[in-house]
Structure formats: C-alpha cells, structure tokens
C-alpha cells in the first residue's frame, strides 16, 4: 500500500476535501450571480498565477490587456503539442521536469504514490494523438475528491449509513497499466485511508470477463465502479443468473452510457447508476442529475464552442466537427488554461446542462433486483423514441446568463463519455455540442435531435463578461 507522506496525509486531504465541498455546497445554492462571480474570480486568479509562475504562459500572454476586466477570448488558445513540448517552462514548480516526471511514470510501483511527496501525475492514453503527462497539486486533488461528493455522489452515494463501515466494499474495473487519473485516484484513496486499502480492490478490465465475475463474487463489492461495455457484459450475466454480488451503488465513467443500457444495468442489479465526465486535466466537468443528464460544474469549469479556426462561434452557428474545453481553477498550477480543438468527425453529440440548476437531491430507492426484472416490461414507445432521440429532459429551471453559457459545450473526441458495449443507439466516442438547457430541453444527454453530419448547434445563454463565448 502506497505511503501519504506530507500533503497526503489524511488530514490535510481532508481539511482540503472539507472546504471545498463547503464552498461547492454554497455554489450550488447561491444561484446564477453566486457561480458567475466565482467563475470570473477564479479565472482572474488563474490567469495572474500562470504569469507569475509560468514562463511559457508569462511569454504566451504578455500583449493580453491587464488594464481592463478579463476576457476569455483575450487568451490565446494552446494545444497539447504546444505544452509537452515546452512542459518545463509551462509547470510553475521548476523542481517539476519533464525528464523526472517521466522517469516517475516509468515505474508502474509509483501508481498511487505522491511524485514529489505532494503531486499526483495522470497519463492520458493518446487517443487525441498526443499523449499528455498532467500533474496535479493538492488543490486540484480536493477539488476532485469534493466535486464527486458533492455533486455525483449526492445521486449515487458511495456510503449506504445503514451499513457498517466495515461493510462497505468498493470494486474498480479499469485499465491498471500506467498512470491514469481513475486507478491513480483510487490507489491515492487507498493510501490516504487505510480502511479503504483493505475494502477496496482494483481488477484490471484486461482480466477475463470469467475471472472479473468470480472476483466480484468473491468480494461482494456495495459499490461497483466502471467502464459502461464491463457494466453491460456483467449485467448480463446477473440477468441470467450467474452473477450474485448486489452492489447498491454502480459508477460509471469513460464510456457513454446510454439510456437503454443504464435501464438495462439497473434493472439487473437493482442499483443506482450513475456517471460523470471528465478528462486527465479535469476530472470532474460534469455530472449526472437524477435524469441522466449532464450537468457541468460551471463553477470551476469553463467550456467554449470554437470554429475550424479556433475562433469563438456565436449562438446558433454551425461548429463543425470539434469544439474546445478549457478546465480551470484557482492556482491551477499546471492546467492547461485554454486548449485546442479536440477533433472526433463521429463524435455524439450530447447535451450539457448548466452544472448548478441540477441539485441532484432525490436518490433512486433500493430495489430488490429480482423484482426490477420482473418490473421490466417492453415499452411499446421505446423504439419511438430511440429512432427521434426523444426522452424526457430533467425538468429543472435552466441557470440563465453567465452560469449557463459556461456549461453548454463539451470537448469532442476525448473524455468520459463513449457508447457502450449493446448499444441501440448510434453514435461514436467522444461528446460533442447539443442543444443546451435554453434549447430543446426534452432531449435527454445523449439524445439530441439528429442533424446533417458535421453540424452541431450551438446552445444559447453564452456569457458577454467572459468573452463570448465561455460556454
């Protein structure tokens, strides 16, 4: 079990994890203005850190204007090439190398171990076709950890206060072989956690689907994380009876679900599903409402809808076949502050709703998974609404101005968010832009009204203060 030495110890992660689900709590209480001034505040921040400590953002933004309010269109966009290319100035910690942190990666017995006694270090896997080394300080690890609990987890509580702590038993199916953000995550868990090291295990999703079952049998996991194509292959060995475990909660992340398969998985399992979507830079970009729809955490998360160019596109216009994403937060010391388009012509487009008119307060009841079969009866308007990707929308009032225009574009091609395995639905990997909460607001995430290919509407309610548009 890995060491959590310093910044990893367990009280100071929990002193961080405590003021950041305080602050995400007010956000999501305080309304539009509340998450519009955080926004423009932790960007004002940001900005001021990266010229203070990063000579390549020092260089990158020295003709941007400081003698009036920022603007994010003032900043120039960056793409990953730019930064692993120039990765020693663009860290603001100069003991921090690209030379050392991928002698750190090297060594698969660093998974879950600070780097540098304080850091965490995610790999991405190059589906964009740069892989990315992404280091995150201690703030960015609270902001994570608070975000899921906060926000995903207020719909699908990893902690059932009906069972003892030492009943409780978490179960991750993913890819073990580097670095990356969900088995780095979890190791970091187990390590700040010593409860958590002996009620947690790791199966790798390589192991074969026979031996993952007999693991899972074995264990008796209460909540069940992973990919959407493992959730399905288990769901249907519960349906058919060759699968006893019973978690109440089940996580999904780096695949799309879509809405047949999330029915398909809850009705075997009798639990809660429930997905967020992120990326190495950020983990947590949006989350789940009770609905199924995609919320994003627009107080800490900027997205913007971008052009071929890179330029901004105004409400209403055509995009193309990309869009652009910017992650931020105070003292991100090495986010990527605006990055490039993320391509994916086949990407889905799928529908984020402004993060904080969710409140995702009502938790789905804990049914028996028997009687959820039973329940479970063909619906004769099902094929209706998968052919014109209708499904009833969250219902939620949709947070105007600022608030909205930050959480309606999501990055295309790379993320959390890709179709899984027994899927009726068409589709490809990668979330693109769907109609916001000022549009259609009956299409579901995920099943925005189908356009000529390479055509994605723009959601409308972009932010002005920002630089059109943050959204």
Same mark, same amino acid.
């Given at each position: 079990?890995?060491?959590?030495? &310093?910044?990893?110890?367990?009280?100071?992660?929990?002193?961080?994890?405590?003021?950041?689900?305080?602050?995400?709590?007010?956000?999501?209480?305080?309304?539009?203005?509340?998450?519009?001034?955080?926004?423009?505040?932790?960007?004002?921040?940001?900005?001021?850190?990266?010229?203070?400590?990063?000579?390549?953002?020092?260089?990158?933004?020295?003709?941007?204007?400081?003698?009036?309010?920022?603007?994010?269109?003032?900043?120039?966009?960056?793409?990953?090439?730019?930064?692993?290319?120039?990765?020693?100035?663009?860290?603001?910690?100069?003991?921090?190398?690209?030379?050392?942190?991928?002698?750190?990666?090297?060594?698969?017995?660093?998974?879950?171990?600070?780097?540098?006694?304080?850091?965490?270090?995610?790999?991405?896997?190059?589906?964009?076709?740069?892989?990315?080394?992404?280091?995150?300080?201690?703030?960015?690890?609270?902001?994570?950890?608070?975000?899921?609990?906060?926000?995903?987890?207020?719909?699908?509580?990893?902690?059932?206060?009906?069972?003892?702590?030492?009943?409780?038993?978490?179960?991750? @199916?993913?890819?073990?072989?580097?670095?990356?953000?969900?088995?780095?995550?979890?190791?970091?868990?187990?390590?700040?956690?010593?409860?958590?090291?002996?009620?947690?295990?790791?199966?790798?999703?390589?192991?074969?689907?026979?031996? @993952?079952?007999?693991?899972?049998?074995?264990?008796?996991?209460?909540?069940?994380?992973?990919?959407?194509?493992?959730?399905?292959?288990?769901?249907?060995?519960?349906?058919?009876?060759?699968?006893?475990?019973?978690?109440?909660?089940?996580?999904?992340?780096?695949?799309?679900?879509?809405?047949? *398969?999330?029915?398909?998985?809850?009705? #075997?399992?009798?639990?809660?599903?429930?997905?967020?979507?992120?990326?190495?830079?950020?983990?947590?970009?949006?989350?789940? *409402?009770?609905?199924?729809?995609?919320?994003?955490?627009?107080?800490?998360?900027?997205?913007?809808?971008?052009?071929?160019?890179?330029?901004?596109?105004?409400?209403?216009?055509?995009? &193309?076949?990309?869009?652009?994403?910017?992650?931020?937060?105070?003292?991100?010391?090495?986010?990527?502050?605006?990055?490039?388009?993320?391509?994916?012509?086949?990407?889905?487009?799928?529908?984020?709703?402004?993060?904080?008119?969710?409140?995702?307060?009502?938790?789905?009841?804990?049914?028996?998974?028997?009687?959820?079969?039973?329940?479970?009866?063909?619906?004769?308007?099902?094929?209706?609404?998968?052919?014109?990707?209708?499904?009833?929308?969250?219902?939620?009032?949709?947070?105007?101005?600022?608030?909205?225009?930050?959480?309606?574009?999501?990055?295309?091609?790379?993320?959390?968010?890709?179709?899984?395995?027994?899927?009726?639905?068409?589709?490809?990997?990668?979330?693109? @832009?769907?109609?916001?909460?000022?549009?259609?607001?009956?299409?579901?995430?995920?099943?925005?009204?189908?356009?000529?290919?390479?055509?994605?509407?723009?959601? #409308?309610?972009?932010?002005?203060?920002?630089?059109?548009? #943050?959204?």
């Amino acid at each position: 079990m890995p060491k959590a030495p &310093g910044q990893w110890s367990f009280m100071d992660a929990w002193w961080r994890w405590g003021n950041v689900v305080a602050d995400a709590i007010l956000a999501g209480n305080g309304g539009p203005s509340v998450v519009e001034r955080l926004q423009k505040d932790r960007l004002r921040r940001l900005v001021q850190w990266a010229r203070r400590a990063s000579p390549f953002y020092a260089e990158l933004y020295a003709d941007v204007s400081q003698a009036r309010p920022l603007r994010l269109a003032d900043l120039p966009p960056v793409t990953r090439s730019q930064l692993m290319a120039r990765f020693d100035d663009w860290v603001t910690d100069r003991e921090v190398t690209l030379e050392r942190v991928r002698a750190f990666v090297a060594d698969p017995r660093h998974v879950g171990h600070p780097f540098r006694d304080k850091y965490a270090v995610f790999t991405s896997s190059g589906t964009t076709g740069i892989p990315g080394l992404f280091v995150q300080d201690p703030e960015a690890l609270a902001v994570y950890d608070a975000l899921g609990t906060a926000r995903m987890g207020a719909l699908a509580p990893l902690w059932d206060w009906r069972t003892s702590v030492g009943g409780h038993r978490f179960a991750l @199916i993913a890819a073990t072989g580097g670095h990356f953000a969900g088995v780095v995550t979890w190791e970091r868990l187990r390590a700040l956690h010593p409860w958590f090291a002996k009620n947690g295990i790791v199966i790798p999703v390589t192991a074969p689907l026979d031996e @993952i079952a007999r693991r899972l049998e074995a264990f008796r996991p209460t909540v069940l994380a992973s990919y959407s194509t493992v959730l399905r292959a288990l769901a249907e060995r519960k349906h058919a009876g060759e699968l006893l475990c019973s978690p109440h909660t089940i996580w999904y992340g780096g695949e799309w679900m879509g809405p047949q *398969c999330r029915q398909y998985v809850e009705s #075997a399992f009798g639990a809660r599903v429930a997905g967020d979507y992120g990326a190495s830079e950020f983990m947590n970009i949006a989350f789940e *409402c009770e609905k199924g729809e995609l919320h994003v955490n627009s107080d800490w998360v900027i997205l913007e809808p971008v052009d071929e160019r890179g330029a901004a596109v105004p409400v209403g216009e055509p995009v &193309g076949d990309g869009a652009a994403h910017q992650p931020g937060q105070p003292r991100a010391t090495f986010h990527p502050l605006r990055t490039g388009r993320q391509r994916d012509p086949g990407a889905r487009r799928v529908r984020l709703r402004p993060a904080l008119s969710a409140h995702p307060r009502r938790r789905a009841p804990r049914r028996d998974p028997a009687a959820a079969r039973r329940e479970r009866r063909p619906d004769p308007g099902d094929a209706a609404r998968a052919q014109h990707g209708h499904r009833g929308g969250c219902g939620r009032a949709p947070v105007p101005g600022g608030t909205g225009g930050a959480s309606q574009a999501a990055p295309a091609g790379r993320g959390r968010q890709r179709r899984g395995a027994g899927e009726s639905e068409e589709g490809a990997r990668g979330l693109a @832009i769907g109609p916001g909460a000022a549009g259609h607001r009956d299409h579901r995430a995920g099943r925005a009204p189908r356009r000529p290919p390479g055509e994605r509407k723009v959601p #409308a309610g972009l932010p002005e203060e920002l630089g059109r548009p #943050a959204a």
